[in-house]
Nanobody, 128 residues
Framework: QVQLTESGGALVQAGGSLRLSCAAS????????MGWFRQAPGKEREFVAA????????RYADSVKGRFTISRNNAKNTMYLQMNSLKPEDTAVYYC?????????????????????WGQGTQVTVSS
């Protein structure tokens, strides 16, 4: 079993920055994909960004491309999401997710069903 714990959520003004962290413990997971999803009030959870084990293969949602940067430190079992130029529409609960190691035929996975483990979420609120 893998446990994921997010941190770093906060209230920030539009245009500001935040860095989210996701710490993993339990079974070794480091060779699987990891990703960030978010859920705004009244909306379905949506994909934000994901990264493969090597760190060289990354995918972003169009809405965050150029503003958010995903990274991971496998030695520390930790993944990060650097969020810059935040907008009110980025307000959501942000979830960390991890996938068991497998072959990803369509590249960096972006579907919820691709992920096996989830954190509890951390709240990000961007005020205008």
């Amino acid at each position: 079993q893998v446990q994921l714990t997010e941190s770093g959520g906060a209230l920030v003004q539009a245009g500001g920055s935040l860095r989210l962290s996701c710490a993993a413990s339990g079974r070794t997971f480091s060779r699987g994909a990891m990703g960030w999803f978010r859920q705004a009030p009244g909306k379905e959870r949506e994909f934000v960004a994901a990264i493969l084990w090597s760190g060289r293969s990354i995918r972003y949602a169009d809405s965050v491309k150029g503003r958010f940067t995903i990274s991971r430190n496998n030695a520390k079992n930790t993944m990060y999401l650097q969020m810059n130029s935040l907008k009110p529409e980025d307000t959501a609960v942000y979830y960390c997710a991890a996938s068991s190691p497998r072959f990803y035929p369509e590249g960096v996975p972006k579907l919820e069903s691709d992920y096996d483990y989830w954190g509890q979420g951390t709240q990000v609120t961007v005020s205008s």
